[in-house]
């Protein structure tokens, strides 16, 4: 009796899976809290990362950089100075699965060329989030805001908003992580 229910139930599911039916594929929730740092326009001239960093505390700057991490469930990302290149950047045999992560440099490079940036809600902490909207890891993005030294002293720059200056082309077998 229970294998015969197991059976049906097998061969439904086997049904379902070969229809012709077209499938809609399972769309990211909308990230509604970051469409509103989502800038319609290039903001104009930036600093780089290193830059900013040693300017110290701003009430508004632009920094350029390349999205270097996300992190998962907030709208934080972590900008990579652009002097640093992205693995496959130049090599483009590298074959690199994870392009993003400059692997081939050390911690304490990427340390001092990376910049936490954060897009704060009303109460002043970091959103909430399932994504952010318009970004990638890799883009080259421009980001507006406040530059502050947090109580650990390390420079937090708190967005107001952001540019996709451009997504490069990577490999169609790149699995991106967000």
């Given amino acids: 009796m229970m294998s015969i229910r197991y059976l049906s139930l097998s061969l439904l599911t086997l049904l379902a899976a070969c229809s012709d039916a077209p499938t809609k594929a399972k769309a990211d929730p909308a990230p509604a809290a970051t469409e509103k740092f ?46 640093l290149e992205y693995c496959g950047q130049v090599n483009k045999e590298d074959n690199c699965k994870t392009p993003w992560d400059y ?3 050390s911690k304490e490079e990427r340390m001092a060329k990376s910049l936490l940036v954060e897009a704060r809600g009303a109460d002043g902490k970091p959103l909430a989030t399932p994504s952010i909207a318009g970004l990638r890891l890799c883009d080259k993005v421009k980001v507006t805001g406040k530059l ?11 967005a107001s908003g952001w540019f996709q200056v451009e997504r490069p082309e990577l490999p169609d077998d790149i699995n991106w992580p967000q």
């Fill in 103 to 105: 692997c081939c440099d």
């Fill in 148 to 158: 502050i030294v947090d109580e650990h002293g390390n420079p937090v720059l708190i």
């Fill in 38 to 83: 989502t800038l319609a326009a290039d903001p104009g001239a930036a600093v780089s990362v290193v830059q900013a960093k040693a300017n110290g505390a701003k009430d508004m700057v632009t920094v350029a950089g390349r999205v270097y991490d996300i992190t998962k469930g907030f709208a934080l990302i972590k900008l990579m100075d652009l002097e």
